[in-house]
């Protein structure tokens, strides 16, 4: 009950700065205003795909995508709701447009390589979560070396899939 409560309390704030944003007051920083609304839009999705709310995760990334295009996070978080979705293309779409915009982006490595292995496109996965932990600043390296491993194991590669536990 506290996450739908949360969720309804972050949608009304939503609302309240898209209003705001039209506003004359912010034509100063338009660009500046629709990248943050973007974000929290991309936010918000997230805790409804937790949620499995995936329509109206979707109708959030649309909204985040039709404010700022260009934003990494909600391309790479529409790659892995599409995952789920099982629309397979559109998820590769995706996370291939998130790393378009920024090809060091640790995350959205490591999304993507997980989407490949699941495809079991192992050695592609795998070149994916090596690119994303040579991010010195990547805060979560362990959990793309324990993706690695785990598609490693799929792959039959269990020395290799020994290598990334124990590095993660």
Same mark, same amino acid.
């Given at each position: 009950?506290?996450?739908?409560?949360?969720? +309804?309390?972050?949608? $009304?704030?939503?609302?309240?700065?898209?209003? %705001?944003?039209?506003?004359?007051? *912010?034509?100063?920083?338009?660009? *500046?205003?629709?990248?943050?609304?973007?974000?929290?839009?991309?936010?918000?999705?997230?805790?409804?795909? /937790? *949620?499995?709310?995936?329509?109206?995760?979707? @109708?959030?990334? #649309?909204?985040?995508?039709?404010? @700022?295009?260009? =934003?990494?996070?909600?391309?790479?978080?529409?790659?892995?709701?599409?995952?789920?979705?099982?629309?397979?293309?559109?998820?590769?779409?995706?996370?291939?447009?998130?790393?378009? $915009?920024?090809? #060091? *982006?640790?995350?959205?490595? !490591?999304?993507?390589?997980?989407?490949? %292995? /699941?495809?079991?496109? +192992? #050695?592609?996965?795998?070149?994916?979560?090596?690119?994303?932990?040579? =991010?010195?600043?990547?805060? !979560?390296?362990?959990?793309?070396? !324990? !993706?690695?491993?785990? %598609?490693?194991?799929?792959?039959?590669? $269990?020395? =290799?899939?020994?290598?990334? +536990?124990?590095?993660?």
């Amino acid at each position: 009950m506290d996450k739908r409560l949360r969720a +309804f309390g972050v949608a $009304l704030l939503t609302v309240a700065l898209a209003s %705001c944003a039209g506003s004359p007051q *912010n034509t100063s920083k338009p660009a *500046n205003e629709r990248a943050k609304l973007a974000a929290l839009n991309t936010e918000i999705a997230v805790q409804y795909m /937790q *949620n499995r709310e995936f329509q109206t995760a979707k @109708d959030k990334l #649309d909204k985040a995508l039709e404010l @700022d295009p260009h =934003n990494v996070d909600t391309h790479n978080t529409f790659g892995l709701l599409y995952t789920v979705l099982g629309e397979h293309d559109k998820a590769e779409a995706a996370f291939k447009k998130a790393l378009s $915009l920024d090809p #060091d *982006n640790s995350s959205a490595l !490591n999304n993507y390589g997980q989407f490949l %292995c /699941q495809r079991k496109r +192992f #050695d592609e996965g795998e070149k994916m979560f090596m690119q994303a932990v040579e =991010n010195p600043l990547y805060r !979560n390296a362990e959990s793309a070396y !324990n !993706n690695a491993g785990v %598609c490693a194991m799929a792959a039959g590669k $269990l020395e =290799n899939a020994e290598t990334y +536990f124990r590095r993660a």
